[in-house]
């Protein structure tokens, strides 16, 4: 019996008071984390969703920093039990839809209010000292065992095929929040099948090739140093999240003033803006040049893929994750995600149109479309492994996870 057991009941009651409380603190952190960020979340913010006081919360948490730390550190508790349960199964397709089941069912209960949602992990750059270490070695733990899903041992080029993969992966997972809600809680089960079926198998069919063409993405400069300023702020933004970038930040990465950076920008909130419609501008150009180009939609499409992933696995890169919407002001925000939805469904209509045509299998477009988005938004983070072979390569190897599924070694040969 240990010594919780052997407490009298007013005691153990306590420790569950206690531990209710600040599991609800954890919840409603995890909400501001969401919508607001780790750097943006405040205990006052934190204390009025669970109907305390400011100083109430900081008997459970000394500082913010502890609090979002000990958020994070539930997304991680949650993700290794879901990934523990995945890999029951026998086999790596088996791990994988159960895994996706496992995070489906989870979302399920979010929307009928069962559960909530747990804290997105785009901060954790963010977090600074011993606390950032401890947490990032966690996600690295995590990212391997994502990985194991597809067995432990193989030859190199295997391995890095298998990180490819286990990003993707996740990123899948962590992006359907984003769109999953456009459609009613009895249609998850659809849905997920019809996402495991691009897992499964890709857009590609039978006969199809990766032979893409680099889309020629090169533009004159409307004001020479912009871009540069923009490249910049985009690599920190997509590091450290949209609080976690300070102006002072940006200005030294480019060894120039502040007074600079407001020669380029009237405000913080407009940089982001710039960096997202620069973004955004790239893809639908590469959207534009795609459809007017020659071949099949097949080819289209491949050439739109590994364009973007060349881009954000090369000094023109990157493009600015869809993660720093967290920070921004709602009304801004809506504008951008409505820009992201755009894009989205175009890729839908160049899919549909492949399909039609016999180029693309017939797979759920709206649902594809989802998958290219989250391809294209995270490769971002796979720039160290993409240095460690050919970019040819590591566009290859990142972009067939879609193209051919998450289980088709063909790539190997490439």
């Avoid at 019996?1 to 005691?11: G, I, K, L, R, S």
């Avoid at 984003?178 to 998850?188: G, H, K, L, P």
């Avoid at 200005?251 to 120039?256: C, G, H, I, M, Y």
């Amino acid at each position: 019996m240990n010594a919780e057991d052997a407490a009298p009941e007013e005691a153990r009651g306590e420790t569950k008071r206690f531990r209710a409380k600040r599991d609800a603190i954890l919840a409603a952190a995890a909400d501001v984390i969401n919508e607001q960020s780790a750097k943006g979340m405040t205990f006052a913010d934190v204390a009025q969703r669970v109907g305390l006081n400011t100083t109430s919360v900081t008997y459970y948490f000394k500082r913010k920093e502890d609090l979002a730390a000990a958020a994070f550190e539930v997304t991680l508790d949650r993700l290794d039990a879901m990934l523990d349960e995945a890999h029951e199964e026998g086999t790596p397709e088996a791990r994988v839809a159960r895994y996706l089941s496992i995070n489906m069912e989870r979302l399920a209960r979010i929307q009928r209010g069962e559960e909530k949602a747990f804290a997105i992990l785009s901060d954790l750059r963010a977090m600074e000292g011993e606390m950032r270490a401890r947490l990032m070695q966690r996600w690295q733990q995590i990212f391997r065992k994502t990985r194991a899903l597809w067995g432990a041992e193989g030859s190199r080029a295997q391995t890095d095929l298998r990180g490819g993969r286990a990003h993707v992966l996740l990123e899948n997972t962590f992006w359907l929040p984003a769109w999953i809600t456009r459609y009613e809680v009895d249609e998850y089960p659809r849905v997920e099948s019809r996402l495991m079926d691009v897992f499964r198998h890709g857009i590609a069919t039978p006969g199809d090739k990766w032979t893409p063409a680099l889309l020629d993405l090169a533009h004159d400069e409307a004001e020479p140093g912009r871009e540069a300023f923009l490249l910049a702020a985009t690599r920190l933004i997509n590091e450290l999240g949209y609080r976690g970038a300070s102006v002072q930040k940006i200005a030294s990465e480019l060894n120039v003033t502040k007074g600079s950076f407001y020669h380029h920008l009237d405000a913080k909130d407009e940089l982001v803006i710039e960096c997202y419609k620069r973004s955004f501008d790239l893809i639908a150009e590469a959207q534009r040049l795609a459809e007017e180009g020659p071949g099949d939609h097949w080819r289209k499409l491949t050439s739109i893929i590994a364009t973007l992933l060349d881009v954000q696995f090369s000094e023109r890169g990157p493009l600015l994750r869809t993660t720093a919407l967290s920070g921004l002001p709602p009304r801004v925000r809506t504008a951008l995600i409505d820009r992201s939805n755009r894009i989205a469904r175009r890729y839908a209509g160049m899919l549909s149109d492949g399909i039609a045509e016999g180029s693309i299998r017939a797979i759920d477009p709206l649902v594809a479309s989802q998958t290219m988005m989250a391809l294209q938004n995270a490769a971002f983070d796979m720039r160290k492994w993409a240095g460690t072979m050919p970019r040819d390569r590591a566009v290859a190897f990142y972009a067939s996870t879609i193209v051919f599924g998450l289980f088709d070694d063909r790539v190997l040969d490439f």
